[in-house]
């Protein structure tokens, strides 16, 4: 069976390949229907990878944020037509102690494989989980980046002390507004504060209880816990004012991508005995769990339809191109590509 691929060849310009799709009694075809754009697939369609990283992988497939319906499944795990959310962490081996997004071995799509550009994305069962009957298409495009703070709230929770009065969230984007609304829905017994540098996106974190600008926090405020949703050239400073308003022997969770190293008060780091936390990616459990988090708080869905941004009928490659250059511009929320 052949597959169309819609490959980025180099920067802002993308291409049809032809791949040969081998039907088997092990893997699953999936028809994608919702794509949602991340930063990391901006970064590869504006050029902003070093030359020597878009040389190594580019031609490539972007997208590793989507659902699609199952069009065939000799496994018979899902009805063929049933909505599903695509995995794109994919694990090659298995280890009792690294999680599978954590394993150098492991692949993942729009990165280091073929993302979901793609007319059928050929899979494994494990590799997809069920949207929840009911669950708004648009949200459930983006399941991928709410896993991924998901993970970093399962991480907290098994790493953190057990005083958790206090947490911080530094960042008023995406990333921020999904790991202060998780802290809440998760953890209903602290309190949870969000800081920015945009008054009017903090004012979407309705939920929370206290929104602070980062010029100016109050002298005395002070935090148990801090997660770090920034990443960017801003990370140094965001994550040293962190550590100047964390209690000794708070974890800090980053979960903001730099590109390049940023230099952080060590000193302090020992001084206050902290514990820094990294998060990258995600993996079936953090899917599984996000999912019947979905089923149980229907609610939590709701809320994130806040981050529903522009939504681009895509049938061309010109439609491709017009959704990522509008996903530039956009403020704050998701660009999702409706996929026909």
Partial sequence: MLNTVYQLVRPRRFEIAF??????????????????????????????????????????????????????????????????????????????????????????????????????????ADRLVRVPEGMNDLVAAFTEMVSVCYQATSRFDRTAHARRETIGVWGDGNMGYITALLLKFRFPQCRVYAFGVVESKLSDFSFVDGTYLVSDVPRDLRVDHAFECVGGNAA???????????????????????????????RMVLEKGLRILGTSRSGREDFQGLVELYRKKPELPEYLEKLIGAVVPVKSISDMVTAFEMDIHKAMGKTIMVWD
């Fill in 19 to 124: 791949e040969d799709i081998t039907m088997d009694q092990e893997h699953i075809l999936v028809r994608p229907t919702h794509l949602s754009i991340c930063n990391a697939d901006e970064r590869y369609y504006q050029g902003k990878r070093s030359e020597d990283i878009l040389r190594q992988k580019l031609p490539m497939a972007l997208i590793h944020e989507g659902i699609g319906r199952v069009v065939y499944d000799p496994t018979g795990t899902f009805q063929v037509g049933e909505k599903v959310v695509m995995i794109p962490n994919t694990p090659f081996e298995e280890d009792e102690v690294v999680a599978e997004n954590y394993l150098r071995s492991s692949k993942f799509r729009g990165s280091s494989m073929n993302g979901l550009m793609q007319e059928y994305v050929e899979t494994t």
């Fill in 236 to 266: 140094g400073q965001v994550i040293n004012q962190i550590i100047d308003y964390i209690n000794p022997e708070g974890t800090i969770a980053i979960l903001g991508v730099s590109e390049d190293p940023v230099p952080i008060n060590t």
